[in-house]
């Protein structure tokens, strides 16, 4: 593991009471560790937190109510809270440039939510990324509140390209006339610029809410540009390449939204917040400032640039045809690595079974163009994050593209489903080994 503060000199593991105290609940936790310790983590928006804020999350402050805002709570005793939610406060804001934040929302779904009470009517037009394009559910699916409670439409990417395109974008604003327009993704490899979005949300009248989520460490490195300077409201979640605690946070610039947002947390949404998270929200915004977060994320774009270079050297079209992030989504719609005619049309949801039997986690991912359900695709998302953080290198990379590679064409080829076919075992044996090279959370 790399960009540890420290690395702790015993093996005390902070739930290692629960061996007496309730051991079914521990005898699973320790083998959700062992699964973490022997795969390889692809999901894009995943990550392994350092030990510090790991076992800094199980602290006193889950004892405590605390609604309200510092310093304006409905319970008492909450000095101490005060201080640390206003240290995460202006934390987030230093390290994001911005005035305000509110740190309270459980996750990225939980501060959308807040967003759309405090800026939105029931029935009012929203306009967000096509899911099967890239989008999230919270951007207007129509299974989810955004897409229930408001009016939610939405724009794709370009169909050659596969690139958000800002002519097609502003046409679609025109004849929608959202009251808010929603920038972000999920699975969306390249560089967004929100100052065109910001543009386009001025000539219609909208607000311009940017999602982060995904990218929010690399903002915070300097590697991608900020939508601070351009969208009135920022959501993010903190823990996938942010490498925080699991949570959820609201940053702006204008102080005429700050009482509608807040109270769109609380009341509008949540009810107490989890200070012994937002306690370690703080400490990820204090790492993220230091030198080892820019670095770690400087390797987690390399890291994904490399799987994908491989990848298309093994005949893989990926959706755009790379990435500038860290994460890449792999078309298995155009992705045919074998010579014959009568080649397995294998879907996403074939491929992430195989690579989960050699032990390396991804999802399977709708593609622009998507003619398969959300529960089968055409797509598999893969991610650098979480085995950057681990600490692999670019070589290694390059050697889990290639098992992906060989993997996809051994489906591709497959006659029979009754055996396994031959390179899973080797694979699976070298995953091991790789896996043992970088040992995660090695004191524990
Ligand atoms: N579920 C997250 C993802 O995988 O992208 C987004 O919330």
């Known amino acids: 593991m790399i960009s540890q503060p420290h690395q702790y000199p015993t093996s005390y ?78 934390r987030a804001c230093s390290l994001f440039s911005c005035h305000y934040a509110n740190v309270q929302p459980h996750s990225g779904a939980s501060a959308n939510n807040a967003v759309f009470l405090a800026l939105l009517q029931p029935g009012d037009r929203i306009l967000g990324l096509d899911l099967s394009h890239g989008g999230h559910l919270t951007h207007g699916s129509p299974v989810n509140i955004s ?23 502003r046409e679609r604003a025109k004849e929608v006339q959202p009251q808010l327009i929603i920038a972000g993704a999920s699975a969306y490899p390249r560089v967004m610029d929100f100052a065109a979005f910001a543009n386009i949300a001025k000539e219609v009248g909208a607000y311009l809410l940017v999602d982060m989520a995904h990218i929010a460490g690399l903002v915070a490195a300097g590697l991608h540009p900020s939508p601070l300077p351009h969208a009135h409201v920022t959501t993010t979640t903190t823990h996938k390449t942010l490498r925080g605690p699991r949570g959820g946070m609201i940053l702006w610039n204008d102080n005429s939204l700050s009482a509608k947002l807040n109270k769109g947390v609380f009341p509008g949404t949540q009810g107490g917040p989890l200070e012994h998270i937002i306690a370690m929200k703080a400490t990820c915004f204090h790492l993220a400032h230091r030198e080892e977060f820019q670095t770690l994320q400087q390797k987690t774009i390399k890291n994904a640039q490399a799987f994908a270079t491989t990848l298309k050297e093994h005949g893989c079209h990926l959706v755009t045809g790379g990435t500038d992030n860290h ?75 290639k098992w992906v590679a060989q993997i996809l064409e051994s489906l591709q080829n497959q006659k029979t489903h009754d055996t396994e076919p031959p390179c899973f075992a080797s694979i699976r044996k070298q995953v091991k080994e790789l896996c043992s090279k970088y040992p995660l959370y090695p004191e524990w």
């Open 13 to 90: 593991k902070p739930w290692s009471h629960l061996k007496t105290d309730d051991p079914e609940v521990y005898s699973h936790i320790e083998a959700e560790l062992h699964r973490q310790r022997y795969s390889l983590e692809m999901i894009a928006s995943e990550n392994f937190v350092c030990q510090s804020i790991l076992a800094g999350a199980g602290n006193p402050l889950t004892n405590k109510y605390a609604e309200g805002l510092p310093h304006k709570r409905y319970y008492g005793g909450c000095e101490h809270i005060d201080a640390i939610e206003s240290l995460a406060i202006s």
């Open 147 to 169: 897409g229930m409670y408001f009016q939610a439409h939405c724009y794709g990417v370009d169909p050659q390209t596969e690139l958000l395109d800002y002519d097609i974008i």
């Open 327 to 401: 994460l890449i989504l792999l078309n298995l719609l155009h992705s045919n690595l074998t010579n014959h005619k009568d080649s397995n049309q294998v879907t996403g949801k074939d491929l992430e079974a195989a690579l989960d039997q050699v032990h390396i986690t991804t999802n399977k991912n709708t593609v622009p163009g998507e003619k398969r359900s959300p529960f089968v695709t055409s797509g598999v998302r893969f991610g650098s994050p979480a085995l950057t953080s681990r600490g692999l290198l670019t070589q290694d990379f390059k050697l889990i593209a």
